[in-house]
Structures are given as structure tokens and as C-alpha cells.
């Protein structure tokens, strides 16, 4: 019994550092953006130079540290969520909130998998966007394949954590807090 604590442990640890790399990832994405936006502005408006690169870029950008950050919101459980069923029906039903996160984890977890195919596709294949540079696909499918599949484990993680704990889900004000800001001291 012990060692299978100890595996669930590790796996945990695991888990938790590559949604931590995945979240600083997309910190890093979302300073990227600003500061490339700002030399973008200078360059047009100071320099009468306007860098395509830069515009494109910060294109390319955006839906990786949306991607990237998935993992993170699921672990966290905050305000950005794939519920199945609305959340005024799962608050007071504690087996219902189970089997919704069960199957938003399948469905994150399926929608994973195509675009874990799809990433090793672009990867052979050298799929390129944009008009300018040309920037190779996968590494938009890269930002998709780990934050749905991090999103997936997490969803998968919390709804084991809660069919065993068996704690009720919580009131409507703590459901809305994380969205809303309220309830904070």
C-alpha cells in the first residue's frame, strides 16, 4: 500500500512541475508579446520602420500562452473551465461534479490525442504559416498538444481526488468567487 503512495506521490511531483514549466512558458509568452509589442510601436511611430517580425510573432504568440496556460487552470481549478454540465447542478451533487470532470478529462484527453497526431504530422511534414517568415506549424500544435494534455491529467487528477475524498463541492458564492473576485478578505 505504501509503495503505491509513494508512486502516486511521485507522480504528483511530476505532474505539478511540468504544469509549472508549462505555466512559465507561458508567462514568458505573455512578456514576449508586450515587450514586441512595444518595439513594434517605437519602430512604426519613432523609426517610420514597421518590423512584420514582430507583428507575426506576437501572432504566433498569443495561442501558445493560451495553450500553455491550460494546465496551470486546471491545476489550480480557477475561473477558466470546460464544464459539461452547468456549475449551479454540480454544486450540491458531489457525484455528478465527479463524473463532469471524468468527462471533461476523456474529452480533453481524446481531443490530446488528435493533437498529439497532428504535432508528429507537422513535425515530418514542415508545415509553415504566416506570409513573412514562415514559421513552422508544430510549434502552434506543440502549444496545443501540452495544454490540452497537461488540462486533461489535471481535470483526471482533481476528479480522482475528489470521487475519493468525498467532500462536498461547496456553496455558490465559493463556485463564483474565483471568477468574480468576490469572497476575498
Sequence with gaps: MKSGTVASGKADRVLRAATTASAVIAGAGLVYMALATIAGVVLRYVFRAPNRFLFESTEFALPLTVFFALGVVALNDRNVRVDLIPSRFVRTNHKLDVASRFVTA????????????????????????????????????LGLTVGLVLFAVNEFRTALDRLHSGAPVGDERDATANASGEGRA
Design 106 to 141: 476523456a474529452i480533453a484527453g481524446t481531443f490530446g490525442w488528435f493533437a498529439v497526431q497532428l504535432f508528429v504530422r507537422d513535425l515530418g511534414t514542415g508545415i509553415r504559416m504566416g506570409s513573412t517568415f514562415g514559421l513552422p506549424r508544430w510549434i502552434l500544435m
